[in-house]
């Protein structure tokens, strides 16, 4: 299994503004993905970021709104720009091992409240 | 398209009882991997169960057990002797046959499990 670091892990910010959330994996991995939870919702795709490529955005999320770094096979960052309320959420990583059929695991996501 | 359904939205019961979560599942592929997640009030994500769908066999965890049947396509799952530490919401998700394809996430079932 692998053991993914998320930080911070929690946040309030104020609107207008951006937050980076890191995400760092314990071994390499091929694919990260990241993930946005709204209050008492399931999860929803926002990107999958590969290393050495751009990464590819869901239907409803922009590059602009949510630029993704992915440095090296373990480190994947997120950025939340020009925030308002409607982000408050949770935003999760998440990674996969490198074989089919394989679990996906998870950071212990970031609670984001924008005032 | 792919679909999860979890239809009981919050269940509560009596710590010793028995629950049974339901997953309802809807895709075209023919070879799938369904997963069952629990998401504590802390936010992580964490894995329970991987099942492939050519492997039809139930699996017993400890208190945990998982009934598949593809003729009903449902994985429903069950805790017996619920304790209050069970007390989180639980996802079911579905992937398709091919490494980079994304988890499908049903909405997830809230259940308290009260002393």
């Known amino acids: 299994s692998a053991v993914i670091s998320q930080k911070p892990s929690r946040d309030i910010c104020q609107r207008g503004t951006s937050l980076t959330i890191q995400c760092q994996v314990d071994?390499?991995?091929?694919?990260m993905f990241w993930y946005r939870q709204q209050p008492g919702q399931s999860l929803t795709l926002i990107a999958t970021?590969?290393?050495?490529?751009?990464?590819?955005?869901e239907s409803g999320f922009v590059i602009d709104k949510f630029p993704i770094s992915r440095p090296n096979l373990t480190f994947s960052t997120l950025t939340v720009s020009n925030m308002s309320p409607e982000d408050s959420s949770i935003y999760l990583c998440?990674?996969?091992?490198?074989?089919?059929?394989?679990?996906?695991?998870f950071g212990q996501g970031t609670r984001l409240t924008v005032v | 398209a792919q679909k999860v359904t979890q239809a009981q939205t919050e269940i509560s019961v009596v710590e010793k009882e028995d629950v049974t979560l339901d997953c309802v599942y809807e895709?075209?592929?023919?070879?799938?991997?369904l997963f069952w997640y629990k998401q504590p009030p802390s936010g992580e994500l964490v894995f329970l169960i991987r099942?492939?769908?050519?492997?039809?066999q139930n699996e017993i965890s400890g208190r945990y057990s998982w009934n598949f049947q593809k003729s009903t396509s449902s994985f429903n799952f069950t805790i017996t002797a619920s304790q209050v530490v069970d007390s989180a919401v639980y996802f079911c998700?579905?992937?398709?046959?091919?490494?980079?394809?994304?988890?499908?996430f049903g909405p997830g079932t809230r259940l308290s499990v009260l002393p």
């Open positions: 998440s990674a996969r091992g490198q074989l089919g059929g394989t679990e996906a695991f």
């Open positions: 071994s390499q991995v091929t694919m």
């Open positions: 970021a590969n290393q050495g490529s751009e990464a590819t955005y």
């Open positions: 895709t075209r592929d023919t070879t799938y991997y």
């Open positions: 099942r492939n769908s050519f492997d039809e």
């Open positions: 998700a579905l992937r398709g046959p091919n490494y980079g394809q994304n988890f499908v």
